[in-house]
């Protein structure tokens, strides 16, 4: 693994969280983390971004507040999967520190020019924050090194409509935009691999209740999957996203042309074709990553046999 500046887009967002704590953990150069609205409303991504990072130790971390709503579409958030507050009804200390004055988009561009050619960019919500700093800064493509998406469904079926995966179907004009772009290099990691990698019931009871940092966000902020929810296993999709920016040979990818459905039912379904520069995530070493992911929040990892049907 190598240490190359990073900058993460979140809309945190419980899986979110995660990423964030893997990311901490495994001490990437993280330079800056932006907020859009997704998994829930702004004022929340933003804040819970802000005392995630207090928890663990990275109130240092500038915050930027990003866009508060899709480029087109009305804004159409998953608390019913996140819970009202976003991080599955958690209730994380006060933040250590506010948010920075530049917004999102500026945010991007700025990094993009300060780290010009070496930063990593990795987006875990609608791609919102992104194709408005595209549309600003053309030639962020050629400044950031390498951009990985969470987002899309290539080969499987979608989570929030039978084709869709929510990042892309949640602002698809904007995912279009991003994918339709010439970036030096673009990683797509989508549920094909996301849900081969979660922490099952029997890892989260294993964490002791009174755990601290990292394993005691992750008790608190999984909860609800197994007690409310009744769910067998919580996707780590954002953080898998995030450990594929560090390390991509986790993956094995294959390049791609991808096309976002703008209309009808299918909307938001990533359409795959020959010839693009979208390099597709198709399997994932699920057992290397699981143990990367537990060393790095301190909590331990219990292989289950037996599946993952039920999880989300």
Known sequence: ??????????????????????????????????????????????????????????????????????????????????GGNGLGGAELPAALAEEADLTAPEAIIAMAEEFDGELTLVCVGPYTNLAIALSLRPQITAQIKSLVLMGGSYFNSGNVTPWAEFNVWADAEAAQQVFAAQWNEVIAVGLDVTHQAAITRKMWEAIPTKAEGSAGLLKAIVAR???????SGFFLHDPLAMAAALDPSLLTLESHAVNVVLEGEERGRTVISEGGNVRVAKTVDADRFMREFCAAVDIPYLKDDHGLQGAE
């Open 1 to 82: 693994m190598t240490m190359t500046p990073v900058m993460l887009d979140v809309d945190t967002g419980v899986d979110d969280a995660a990423a964030i704590a893997y990311a901490l953990g495994v001490e990437a150069d993280l330079v800056g983390i932006s907020t859009v609205a997704g998994n829930i409303g702004i004022d929340l991504t933003t804040e819970n971004t802000l005392r995630v990072l207090s928890m663990l130790g990275g109130e240092d971390v500038p915050v930027f507040r990003g866009a508060s709503r899709p480029l087109v579409a009305e804004f159409r958030d998953a608390a019913h999967v996140h």
């Open 225 to 231: 999957t197994y007690t409310e929810r009744v769910r």
